[in-house]
């Protein structure tokens, strides 16, 4: 081996012995810029490095939140649902005498029978699910992602039918005669509504019960003699909390969520997220106790950045429906699934889930008569926030373009919630005999307490000192809504 100084002299010598120019620097090379931007090139000072890497560690677990809240949106349905009613492919909880504020729920519908189930695949393998006529329903993986609508926009087309759901995994025979769907997760979450007959002035919810009783749910594999026998518990009067976690529970059952389903569910990049605050499937989940309190902090951080996002509103102004209107658009234009021309919309499916659940094609798509629409508002015709001590008139011009019915409903604004008012329906609906104004219009009132000469069913009682929603449902919607023909008048406060 040549020692270094011999082998530079050489080299040297050997330039000149060729007549090749020296290369010799009048000054060093200059620093990239990184290296000047970080710490001119050294390492940073420890307590520094840990307080970045902590910085990290709670900006991953806020995406997490964000990202994550479909699941735990459904996780929180499920597991209010079971503790109240036991759990089983068998077990179909319906709100028999509609859903109240009695039921913490978000953005639930008062106006419709629900039927809600929850589904594992794991457990059962493929299931059939008979489901009655003229269902509006869906069903969705444990991340809300439409597997199937069910009704009119379904394949069924309102006639009823065979659904047959295997789980992500199967490699078994498939019979024909079903409509048949693999899940993305060994959870299937059942979501059926059925519509209310006409009773005397007001709304018969023994119809839609009959008919949401028909539902039979088995295993494809299972003889008769081997079926359980369908229970359908009435869930309504009773008080549930069937909303997601709000504290370090929210960390434990997304745990449970991502051990229990399969890798294939869940992205790559998202279980990145995941292992990057120590969620890994099969793994241990043991945060240190600096790690649990920037868990506490972003559980209780990221869904007021969910509220902040929901009350300043999009620069691109796709959430409003109309130009000349307060009322907002969920979906911000985008899909059922949550996509944009170009990207998928996280902040308006994070917005969407802290205060509803259950997105289907059948919400999102113009589908005239079949179809569903939501407009709702936050903000008077002034543009001030909706506020429980004030009375506000809202205006419906004649003739909704609801083929099956209207309804109008008011919400808390943070987790979409009924107020929990003495009137326990925050809603109306077109099943009312309403009173009508000389132009055929409707006028639906709301406030702390009830105007004189305000009929009972045109009335939604608020909470004095906080905001709230309304939402106007238009089901079997026209094409009168789609064409902008027909727009309800945003609300006005009355003195």
Same mark, same amino acid.
């Given at each position: 081996?040549?020692? @270094?100084? #011999? ?19 009048? !000054? ?8 000047? *931007?970080?710490? =001119? ?6 307590? !520094? ?14 995406? /997490? ?7 735990? =949106? ?12 036991? $759990? ?6 319906? &709100? ?7 039921? *913490? ?22 299931? @059939? ?21 069910? %009704? ?5 087309? $309102?006639?009823? %039918?065979?659904? +047959? ?16 769907? #693999? ?37 494809? &594999? ?8 369908? !229970?359908?518990?009435? $869930? ?28 294939? $569910? ?6 990145? @997220? ?31 950045m969910i509220v902040a996002l929901r009350q300043l509103g999009r ?107 003495? *009137? +326990? ?39 004095? %000192?906080?905001?709230?929603? /309304? ?25």
């Amino acid at each position: 081996m040549v020692p @270094v100084f #011999k082998y530079a002299v050489l080299t040297s010598a050997l330039l000149l012995a060729t007549g090749l120019p020296q290369v010799q620097a009048e !000054e060093a090379a200059p620093a990239s810029p990184l290296v000047k *931007q970080i710490n =001119n090139g050294n390492w940073l000072d420890p307590k !520094e490095a840990e307080n970045l890497r902590d910085e990290l560690y709670y900006q991953r677990a806020v995406h /997490a939140y964000m990202t994550m809240l479909p699941a735990l =949106n459904t996780i929180g349905l499920r597991d209010g649902s079971e503790k109240a009613f036991g $759990a089983g492919y068998n077990v179909l909880p319906i &709100w028999k005498q509609r859903m109240d504020a009695r039921a *913490q729920v978000p953005t639930p519908n008062a106006d419709v029978i629900y039927s809600m189930s929850y589904l594992d695949l794991k457990k059962t393998g493929p299931l @059939v699910v008979n489901a009655p006529a003229n269902v509006i329903g869906m069903f969705t993986d444990f991340f809300q992602r439409t597997i199937t609508d069910v %009704g009119a926009v379904g394949p069924d087309r $309102a006639r009823g %039918g065979l659904y +047959l759901l295997l789980p992500p995994d199967y490699q078994g025979h498939v019979p024909s005669g079903y409509y048949a769907f #693999k899940s993305p997760t060994y959870n299937v979450f059942l979501f059926f509504r059925t519509i209310m007959g006409k009773g005397e002035g007001k709304p018969d919810p023994a119809p839609a019960v009959k008919n949401a009783e028909t539902t039979r749910v088995y295993p494809l &594999w299972a003889t008769e003699k081997d079926t359980k026998p369908m !229970e359908f518990p009435d $869930a309504s009067g009773k008080s549930l909390n069937m909303m997601y976690p709000t504290d370090s529970t929210y960390w434990t059952k997304l745990k449970e969520f991502v051990d229990y389903e399969p890798v294939e $569910a869940i992205t790559p990049e998202v279980r990145g @997220v995941l292992a990057s605050i120590g969620i890994v499937k099969g793994e241990p989940f043991k945060p240190s106790v600096k790690q649990q309190e920037l868990l506490k902090k972003a559980v209780e951080t990221a869904p007021r950045m969910i509220v902040a996002l929901r009350q300043l509103g999009r620069d691109d102004k796709r959430n409003l429906y109309y130009k000349d209107r307060q009322y907002e658009n969920t979906w911000a234009g985008g899909t059922a699934e949550w996509m944009q021309e170009s990207y998928l919309d996280v902040n308006q499916r994070a917005s969407f889930f802290q205060i509803a659940y259950s997105s289907a094609p059948a919400m999102v798509m113009h589908t005239t008569g079949a179809g569903s629409k939501y407009p709702f508002t936050a903000r008077d015709k002034d543009g001030n926030f909706l506020e429980g001590g004030n009375t506000y008139k809202m205006r419906l011009p004649p003739n909704p373009p609801a083929g099956l019915f209207w309804a109008v409903t008011a919400y808390n604004i943070t987790d979409g919630t009924m107020p929990e008012t003495k *009137q +326990l329906l925050p809603s109306t609906n077109g099943y009312y005999d309403i009173a009508k104004q000389a132009d055929g219009s409707i006028e639906i009132w709301f406030g702390p307490e009830k105007p004189q000469d305000v009929a009972d069913n045109a009335f939604i009682q608020t909470i004095p %000192g906080r905001n709230f929603l /309304a939402t106007v449902r238009l089901y079997g919607t026209g094409d009168a809504f789609y064409d902008q023909t027909w727009k309800p008048d945003d609300l006005v406060k009355v003195k």
